[in-house]
């Protein structure tokens, strides 16, 4: 089962009004930058107004709305309303690692709270499913800030008697399952278990799915520490390495890259948008350049 960080209702409404006032670049750029497409159909049929944003199509704007707030409103299309965003979470062991102060966990929890609060800005349903040697959590995107505050306090919880392994694999042929129409998919994870491409492409001939990949400074970057032990987290088995050798910390450096850069033309090819974001990184800078850049998505 999961065990929650010892936060009361009360301060899980403070921190979401925070990160609130944080998405709103975010929401902006997700609703106007590479996946403006989803979020603006072609259909016509009205289906209420919101406030104006700015970079919004100015031909949307509801003129009568706006006279009578006296500040502009645009209209919001079926389409526009009815774009499901859904993550699927690693939390898995090897998601509690890391080097710079948070850990992968706790870097995928804040990257799904800013988007989950990016959506509901978007008026856009929200649903999850969180994993690691099960499925742990999941539940079908729903619109509402009663939704949004059930996804941040899963979000906010940590470790308890997690199951090793990972059902990555799972949880994407799950996710499929789950969603009844075109969406737009969060995977979050290290990636670090082979098989997951077939189901990723399955889910992405109906999605479109971004794989964001949690890394950290020391998956490419061994400190001269000598012989060192590290303890595999998910078998619970030691190795001594050798960090003093150049060599091998060359060695170490390369096979990452080696690895990132097969696991970047997986995502292409089975149909997905690969984006790295590391622990040392701001990721709401990092996700409103991905947004905002068509190229960095391009398949």
């Given at each position: 089962m999961k065990e929650s960080f010892p936060i009361s209702r009360e301060s899980l409404v403070r921190r979401a009004a925070v990160l609130r006032l944080t998405t709103r670049t975010l929401a902006e750029s997700m609703r106007n930058g590479s996946f403006r497409s989803l979020y603006r159909g072609q259909g016509i049929e009205i289906n209420g107004v919101r406030e104006y944003f700015p970079g919004d199509d100015i031909r949307t704007i509801d003129w009568?709305?706006?006279?009578?707030?006296?500040?502009?409103?645009?209209?919001?299309?079926?389409?526009?309303?009815?774009?499901?965003?859904?993550?699927?979470?690693?939390?898995?062991?090897?998601?509690?690692?890391?080097?710079?102060?948070?850990?992968?966990?706790?870097?995928?929890?804040?990257?799904?709270?800013?988007?989950?609060?990016?959506?509901?800005?978007?008026?856009?349903?929200?649903?999850?499913?969180?994993?690691?040697?099960?499925?742990?959590?999941?539940?079908?995107?729903?619109?509402?800030?009663?939704?949004?505050?059930?996804?941040?306090?899963?979000?906010?919880?940590?470790?308890?008697?997690?199951?090793?392994?990972?059902?990555?694999?799972?949880?994407?042929?799950?996710?499929?399952?789950?969603?009844?129409?075109?969406?737009?998919?969060?995977?979050?994870?290290?990636?670090?278990?082979?098989?997951?491409?077939?189901?990723?492409g399955r889910l992405a001939e109906k999605n479109d799915v971004v794989a964001i990949r949690i890394a950290d400074p020391q998956d490419e970057y061994l400190p001269d520490g000598g012989s060192v032990s590290f303890t595999d987290i998910e078998t619970d088995k030691t190795f001594l390495l050798p960090t003093s050798s150049a060599a091998f910390r060359a060695a170490w450096h390369n096979d990452n890259r080696s690895r990132l850069e097969k696991w970047k033309k997986d995502c292409l090819s089975h149909s997905g948008y690969p984006l790295v974001i590391s622990t040392e990184e701001d990721p709401v800078a990092v996700l409103t350049r991905f947004f905002m850049h068509r190229e960095h998505i391009q398949v």
């Open positions: 009568n709305v706006t006279a009578r707030m006296d500040k502009p409103f645009v209209k919001l299309f079926e389409e526009e309303q009815e774009l499901p965003v859904f993550f699927v979470i690693d939390r898995s062991f090897s998601m509690n690692t890391g080097s710079s102060g948070r850990s992968r966990l706790a870097l995928a929890g804040e990257i799904g709270a800013l988007l989950t609060l990016a959506a509901e800005q978007n008026t856009s349903p929200v649903g999850a499913v969180f994993f690691d040697g099960k499925i742990g959590f999941s539940c079908a995107p729903k619109r509402g800030r009663e939704q949004s505050m059930l996804l941040l306090t899963r979000f906010e919880e940590i470790s308890g008697d997690s199951i090793p392994g990972s059902v990555l694999q799972k949880a994407l042929a799950g996710a499929g399952r789950l969603l009844r129409s075109r969406s737009l998919i969060f995977v979050i994870s290290d990636f670090r278990i082979a098989g997951w491409q077939l189901p990723f």
